[in-house]
């Protein structure tokens, strides 16, 4: 097959060249469309208002400059050269709005609380971004912290993806090359704000090569302010995803780019972004893949073309020896089977390529007939080969989170851990309504658009959005990935839209009417049609709808109406993404705030106050022991080594505290004393109604260390004999004497005098018996309850187990020594306690 | 606790100023009930005072001793000869007494048959068990032919335990000991207790009283409540035990108190036999309270140190299979004659050294470095390669033998990866690899070459094939 687009020029958005030249005469007087389009302003809707209000059915027309019936009158006389300059001028300072808008609206947390690092991963960038400032590239690369995961140690420099802090590093230096000296915290802080700038402009550099320009300035609008991005990236998450949507959109726009111009140029750059991606987020396999599959898609649809070729083998060989030179990632591109895709695809190209150029030099239908077949032999010989790989163990299997991906139930039965991470769930359906709102609802409508014009780049739109769309749906935190496709391709529909109801020509002749208002509307499916042969009507809905009035959606009420509706919509969603921002995504969670009664902020601290505590109180080296989340904090804010933190590397270990946390004293004592814990940290919501505490994580912790000690540790003793997973009363004794359950509520039911302990968070009632602590002792509590911290007391100073201790210390007489007795002296001595 | 210097602090410190021949100190508290005369003991407390200790002596109700005030010991050892006091002051109570244990105060308890029912429960916190009031040990075959059957005489070789840091040889070989109306304790599974003294193979406990011969009577009279409990004789009856925390504060548990009497200190007792013997008890109990008052069997770590190969500082962070020497001086605590105290080497055979990350990645022995083992204390080195594993790893040395004081030394480093530039840069082994890609850049260029200097008009057919 010809390709179709093979000589248009980089700014084809527009269809195939043979009718460009005319569809650019038409979609001149088009352009006031950008006025409308973002900035709703003023002047254009007045150009409409004012003829509209003159008449009911039949509407004065205009003539433009050629002739020509347009709807309503249009400035005349201005050259193409002033257009194209007011175009441009306008394109530009749309998006620069549009990158402060996207950076605004992300400072809601700044300006609420302060400049602060928010939740649990960024804590850990923050620190490793410091220990990259401080001390260098060499030392933050060869870090081994000795605090994390005590006492395994975590080689730091070579388990994380550098591009986050190398990236803010630079723009550190950077910023002090010019005189500006900024503390890192706020390079940090402001890093995600700035990037979702970058990705606005990114992104309307994709969709502008997708469709219009127009879309594009819609795109980026949509995706600077769209929740499920701004999710990630408020001033203060400083998380891999704030960079990576930039790198995702740019290395998808320079891949389109290099797909249309066969450039290897353009291949490179799509290598080092996709290098940088590798560097910087883990969901760099999500580029690694969509490439090559559009790539294999664009094979099967026939379209092997030599930029194609160019494009993709420049990307594949640079990119996978780039990616190779992250210490983290190594040799994984030709190892694992996440990265076969790639390679399998590369494979692919150079055979097709062979083939191609074999038959061309050689004619003869028998030898292309061989040819063929030599082919698909080699690929199935290959692909056989792949699998031989994979199950001898030299490639390794997809890792588990990639499993829990194509089967959802996959993760809680084999992985509770991965399971246990809020955002691994799958996403609920008012989640996508939530996170993206009318776009949701557009979404569709774009990916039918690029189906009709189904060129390479719109391929890759359809692909994204199918693979995004299924992702979305898998897992909460893929919301992210979705969140660009959705936005251009509801730009993209929006702007058909749009473009439908303001393109200012209308037929020239009444009677030519009904076929005129077939093809009127959109002067690109128009164009299209003429280049290629007339395969179906475009919106012959509206078409048909209009035949009906003599004037149908030429009428400027009915632009008027729907054009209105539109802008409706998009100060709903402005208001919306606001509104959302503001109240769901810009918290710290570090710092909390209620509202007082009188509507005053009530700012909850407690975090920040325990660990400061810690941080003033106890020895440099005291281990503390919490549950995984709150490792990174512990170590950035506290800065006291802990034995489990967000970075799950190792199950074992997780599920070890998990173990200690789940048994009772006399199991939990030994692991605690083993890892030499000092201190043990629980956060508890009960007092405040705090939903995220340890006890709703409780049956995580069961869970996973069970999946270690099956013997041991089991769910079903948790749950009361109906099912529940209750702590009042009804609370099974295991429940009750596990560590977890006495840290939360110890001494809980003493802060009501009496009155009934109501858990605000679970809504029951804590018993009243008071709870004994042997082995540990309470260290500290923050205001609200919120971080309980509890001392690891030593082994007794004349060797009595801690039960006996605890009972000599409320006043109980031992009735006799048992050891003693019994063993008359002769028994085996008990083992010394260790250090 | 993870660093030496905690317990090396307070013994540096006090190395200058002791001259006493205790390691901790020389304030003795010594409690006593009214019913035990004091002039009955003068040559213990005489024994005591030419040890250089300075006894305080004070009722058990009286109010004004004070064990701890604000916060501090008030004395270094306690001496609690009060066996049938039933209540003492509240200074003087269970948990003040268990208190100042723990602060390190050094306990001596001399105790009788008629041991009130709160004092037996204070020492089951030890995992002592008493036998009831009334039995004592009795011995018919061997005691002081002058008294009654319980006054049992202990012969020294088959009665003591051996211990080198407790019992000086002179005492395991010397006279037989007299235990005159003694209770008998069990000790219980503690692993910081230990027997001092325990009855020999004839001596059993009962009701010491004349029996008549009947049968019935004499089995009601041995051991405890009829058969209930087992008979408790030979050597499982503990006379005298030791207590050493673990912190190395010491207990004595001396189930007699009479055994520390003028009446047998030092003096000739006649036996069944009829022949006169010296008795060992002076000796016995001299060596006793030495250990109890941290006399003897004092170690203390001097210093500890660890280094890589070729240097001399402790590093935080080693390499894998880096050469490390790790390092460590031991003293014993010794008394010289004239009164004063002195660190003297204390030589082992069996002091081992663990590289522990959770397990035990290394288990060397320590040994005796005679080139820089000085006066005072002996160098024990350990020469090992890191293991090829990172993480946080302790130096770690336990002793724990019963008598000596425990020896436990932990410092942390960090085994970490080689750095990125320690790797070897070329490696034999690779050689396939460096020819592969020397001959693929080689082709690479020569196809190059030969594809420039083709003809022109030859690549311009081809380039306009390829855009199409």
């Known amino acids: 097959m010809a390709p179709k687009t093979a000589k248009s020029p980089a700014k084809s958005a527009?269809?195939?060249?043979?009718?460009?030249?005319?569809?650019?005469d038409n979609s001149i007087p088009t352009t006031p469309e950008l006025e409308t389009v973002s900035p709703p302003n003023g002047a254009t809707t007045t150009t409409i208002s004012s003829p509209s209000s003159s008449g009911g059915g039949i509407f004065p027309t205009f003539l433009d400059g050629k002739g020509k019936r347009i709807a309503y009158p249009l400035p005349s006389g201005l050259s193409p050269t002033a257009i194209n300059n007011t175009e441009s001028l306008l394109r530009f300072v749309i998006l620069a709005l549009i990158c402060g808008a996207a950076i605004g609206s992300r400072l809601f947390a700044v300006i609420r609380f302060e400049s602060v690092i928010h939740e649990f991963d960024p804590w850990f960038n923050f620190r490793a971004s410091k220990v990259l400032v401080n001390d260098g590239f060499y030392e933050f690369w060869n870090w081994f912290d000795p605090s994390a995961w005590y006492p395994l140690g975590r080689t730091v420099g070579t388990t994380l993806y550098p591009g986050l802090m190398v990236t803010s590093g630079l723009i550190w230096h950077a910023l002090r090359a010019i005189n500006m000296p900024v503390d890192i915290r706020n390079v940090c802080v402001m890093l995600a704000p700035g990037f979702a700038g970058l990705t606005a402009w990114s992104t309307y550099l994709f969709t502008a090569e997708m469709s219009t320009p127009s879309a594009g300035l819609l795109a980026a609008a949509f995706i600077g302010i769209a929740p499920g991005y701004i999710s990630r990236?408020?001033?203060?998450?400083?998380?891999?995803?704030?960079?990576?949507?930039?790198?995702?959109?740019?290395?998808?726009?320079?891949?389109?780019?290099?797909?249309?111009?066969?450039?290897?140029?353009w291949g490179?750059?799509?290598?080092?972004?996709?290098?940088?991606?590798?560097?910087?987020?883990?969901?760099?396999?999500?580029?690694?893949?969509?490439?090559?599959?559009?790539?294999?898609?664009?094979?099967?649809?026939?379209?092997?073309?030599?930029?194609?070729?160019?494009?993709?083998?420049?990307?594949?060989?640079?990119?996978?020896?780039?990616?190779?030179?992250?210490?983290?990632?190594e040799f994984l591109p030709i190892r694992t089977s996440e990265h076969m895709a790639a390679l399998g695809v590369f494979g692919l190209l150079q055979l097709i390529a062979f083939v191609e150029t074999v038959r061309r030099l050689v004619p003869g239908k028998q030898f292309q007939l061989l040819l063929r077949a030599f082919v698909v032999a080699v690929f199935v010989v290959s692909f056989a080969a792949l699998v031989v790989l994979t199950f001898s163990g030299w490639i390794a299997p997809f890792a588990g989170r990639f499993y829990s991906l194509w089967d959802t139930g996959y993760a809680k039965v084999h992985m509770p851990i991965i399971a246990s991470v809020s955002e691994h769930q799958p996403t609920a359906w008012p989640s996508f309504y939530f996170d993206l709102e009318m776009l949701i609802f557009f979404f569709p409508a774009g990916v039918y658009w690029c189906f009709r014009e189904l060129r390479d780049e719109q391929v890759f739109i359809i692909i994204y959005a199918v693979l995004s769309a299924y992702f979305a749906g898998v897992m909460v935190r893929l919301m992210l990935v979705i969140t660009p496709v959705v936005c251009v391709c509801a730009a993209i529909a929006f702007s058909k839209l749009l473009e439908a109801y303001i393109d200012p020509s209308v037929p020239s002749d009444p009677a030519e009417e009904t076929g005129a208002a077939e093809d009127q509307p959109i002067s690109k499916s128009k164009a299209k049609k003429m280049a290629a042969t007339q395969q179906s009507k475009p919106f012959s809905f509206t078409g048909l709808l209009g035949g009906k009035s003599t004037s149908g959606i030429f009428a400027l009420d009915t632009r008027f109406a729907v054009i209105t509706t539109l802008i409706l919509f998009l100060f709903v969603f402005v208001h919306h993404c606001t509104w959302v921002t503001s109240s769901a995504y810009s918290s710290p969670s570090v710092v909390l705030a209620s509202r007082n009664q009188d509507g005053s902020q009530n700012i909850i601290d407690d975090f920040r106050e325990a660990?400061?505590?810690?941080?003033?109180?106890?020895?440099?080296?005291?281990?503390?022991?919490?549950?995984?989340?709150?490792?990174?904090?512990?170590?950035?804010?506290?800065?006291?080594?802990?034995?489990?933190?967000?970075?799950?590397?190792?199950?074992?270990?997780?599920?070890?505290?998990?173990?200690?946390?789940?048994?009772?004293?006399?199991?939990?004592?030994?692991?605690?004393?083993?890892?030499?814990?000092?201190?043990v940290l629980v956060i508890f919501g009960g007092l405040l109604g705090y939903s995220g505490d340890d006890i709703n994580k409780f049956l995580w912790m069961v869970r996973i260390a069970q999946g270690e000690w099956p013997d041991e540790v089991q769910e079903v003793n948790y749950f009361t004999q109906r099912g529940e997973y209750a702590v009042d009363e009804r609370a099974t004794?295991?429940?009750?004497?596990?560590?977890?359950?006495?840290?939360?509520?110890?001494?809980?039911?003493?802060?009501?005098?009496?009155?009934?302990?109501?858990?605000?968070?679970?809504?029951?009632?804590?018993?009243?018996?008071?709870?004994?602590?042997?082995?540990?002792?309470?260290?500290?509590?923050?205001?609200?309850?919120?971080?309980?911290?509890?001392?690891?007391?030593?082994?007794?100073?004349?060797?009595?187990?801690?039960?006996?201790?605890?009972?000599?210390?409320?006043?109980?007489?031992?009735?006799?020594?048992?050891?003693?007795?019994?063993?008359?002296?002769?028994?085996?001595?008990r083992g010394r306690p260790s250090m | 606790m993870r660093t030496t210097s905690f317990?090396?602090?307070?013994?540096?410190?006090?190395?200058?100023?002791?001259?006493?021949?205790?390691?901790?100190?020389?304030?003795?508290?010594?409690?006593?009930?009214?019913?035990?005369?004091?002039?009955?003991?003068?040559?213990?407390?005489?024994?005591?005072?030419?040890?250089?200790?300075?006894?305080?002596?004070?009722?058990?109700?009286?109010?004004?001793?004070?064990?701890?005030?604000?916060?501090?010991?008030?004395?270094?050892?306690?001496?609690?000869?009060?066996?049938?006091?039933?209540?003492?002051?509240?200074?003087?109570?269970?948990?003040?007494?268990l208190e100042s244990q723990f602060g390190g105060l050094n306990t001596l308890y001399l105790l009788s048959p008629n041991l009130t029912e709160n004092q037996r429960e204070h020492l089951r916190e030890y995992d002592i068990e008493f036998v009831?009031?009334?039995?004592?040990?009795?011995?018919?075959?061997?005691?002081?032919?002058?008294?009654?059957?319980?006054?049992?005489?202990?012969?020294?070789?088959?009665?003591?335990?051996?211990?080198?840091?407790?019992?000086?040889?002179?005492?395991?070989?010397?006279?037989?000991?007299?235990?005159?109306?003694?209770?008998?304790?069990?000790?219980?599974?503690?692993?910081?207790?230990?027997?001092?003294?325990?009855?020999?193979?004839?001596?059993?406990?009962?009701?010491?009283?004349?029996?008549?011969?009947?049968?019935?009577?004499?089995?009601?009279?041995?051991?405890?409540?009829?058969?209930?409990?087992?008979?408790?004789?030979?050597?499982?009856?503990?006379?005298?035990?030791?207590?050493?925390?673990?912190?190395?504060?010491?207990?004595?548990?001396?189930?007699?108190?009479?055994?520390?009497?003028?009446?047998?200190?030092?003096?000739?007792?006649?036996?069944?036999?009829?022949?006169?013997?010296?008795?060992g008890n002076a000796e016995f109990v001299s060596d006793f309270t030495k250990w109890v008052f941290q006399e003897t069997g004092v170690v203390k770590i001097v210093s500890s140190t660890h280094f890589r190969a070729g240097e001399t500082e402790p590093r935080d962070l080693y390499t894998k299979k880096d050469d490390i020497t790790f390092s460590l001086t031991l003293a014993q605590h010794v008394s010289t004659e004239n009164g004063t105290a002195s660190l003297a080497p204390f030589q082992v055979s069996d002091l081992q050294l663990d590289f522990t990350m959770l397990d035990p990645h290394i288990r060397t022995a320590l040994v005796e470095d005679i080139n820089s083992t000085s006066d005072v204390g002996t160098t024990y080195t350990a020469r090992f390669n890191a293991p090829d594993r990172h993480g946080v790893f302790k130096f770690v040395v336990e002793y724990w033998r019963p008598g000596w004081s425990y020896i436990r030394s932990s410092s942390t480093a960090s085994v970490v990866p080689l750095r990125h530039d320690q790797y070897p840069r070329f490696i034999t082994g690779a050689w396939p690899y460096y020819i592969a890609a020397i001959s693929t850049s080689l082709t690479f260029l020569t196809f190059c070459a030969l594809w420039v200097s083709l003809g022109e008009t030859d690549k311009d057919r081809k380039g306009k094939k390829k855009v199409e």
């Open chain 2, 132 to 279: 009831d009031p009334k039995y004592t040990l009795i011995d018919s075959f061997s005691h002081v032919s002058s008294a009654s059957a319980s006054s049992v005489l202990l012969p020294s070789t088959s009665s003591l335990v051996p211990n080198d840091a407790v019992l000086s040889p002179s005492t395991l070989s010397g006279g037989p000991i007299v235990y005159p109306h003694g209770t008998v304790h069990t000790a219980g599974l503690n692993p910081y207790l230990f027997e001092v003294l325990h009855a020999s193979k004839t001596a059993y406990v009962g009701e010491e009283r004349v029996l008549t011969g009947d049968e019935a009577e004499v089995e009601k009279t041995v051991g405890g409540k009829g058969s209930k409990e087992p008979v408790v004789s030979g050597k499982k009856a503990a006379l005298v035990s030791a207590f050493q925390t673990r912190d190395n504060a010491r207990a004595g548990f001396v189930g007699s108190g009479e055994m520390l009497s003028d009446k047998y200190w030092g003096t000739s007792v006649k036996t069944l036999d009829g022949k006169t013997v010296e008795t």
């Open chain 1, 611 to 679: 660990y400061y505590w810690i941080r003033q109180n106890t020895p440099k080296d005291a281990v503390v022991m919490s549950w995984w989340d709150y490792g990174y904090q512990i170590a950035g804010m506290a800065d006291r080594p802990t034995l489990v933190d967000n970075n799950t590397w190792n199950n074992t270990h997780i599920a070890t505290v998990g173990k200690a946390m789940s048994s009772s004293e006399d199991v939990a004592y030994p692991i605690l004393r083993k890892h030499d814990v000092d201190y």
């Open chain 1, 268 to 329: 490179m750059v799509t290598a080092l972004f996709y290098a940088w991606m590798v560097a910087a987020w883990g969901g760099y396999v999500f580029i690694t893949n969509m490439i090559p599959l559009h790539a294999f898609v664009l094979i099967l649809m026939g379209r092997f073309n030599n930029r194609l070729y160019t494009a993709y083998s420049s990307w594949y060989a640079i990119g996978t020896i780039a990616s190779m030179q992250v210490p983290f990632v």
């Open chain 1, 233 to 265: 990236s408020v001033a203060g998450s400083y998380d891999n995803e704030a960079i990576a949507i930039f790198i995702l959109m740019a290395s998808f726009y320079s891949w389109i780019k290099a797909l249309k111009t066969g450039s290897s140029l």
């Open chain 1, 733 to 829: 004794p295991t429940m009750k004497n596990s560590l977890m359950y006495k840290m939360s509520y110890y001494r809980f039911p003493e802060l009501f005098g009496g009155h009934p302990a109501q858990d605000r968070v679970r809504g029951q009632t804590i018993p009243q018996t008071p709870i004994v602590l042997d082995t540990l002792e309470e260290a500290f509590t923050s205001e609200n309850w919120i971080v309980r911290l509890y001392k690891v007391k030593k082994e007794d100073v004349i060797g009595r187990d801690h039960k006996a201790v605890t009972a000599w210390n409320g006043g109980k007489k031992l009735g006799k020594s048992a050891s003693a007795s019994s063993s008359a002296g002769a028994g085996v001595k």
């Open chain 2, 7 to 97: 317990f090396l602090a307070p013994f540096v410190a006090l190395l200058g100023l002791v001259s006493a021949r205790s390691a901790t100190g020389d304030r003795v508290l010594v409690v006593l009930e009214s019913a035990v005369s004091k002039d009955d003991y003068s040559k213990f407390w005489g024994s005591l005072k030419a040890r250089g200790f300075e006894l305080t002596f004070k009722e058990p109700k009286d109010k004004d001793t004070e064990l701890i005030k604000y916060g501090q010991n008030q004395y270094d050892h306690l001496i609690l000869f009060a066996p049938t006091t039933k209540s003492f002051s509240p200074s003087l109570s269970s948990k003040s007494i």
């Open chain 1, 14 to 24: 527009r269809p195939p060249p043979s009718s460009s030249q005319q569809s650019f």
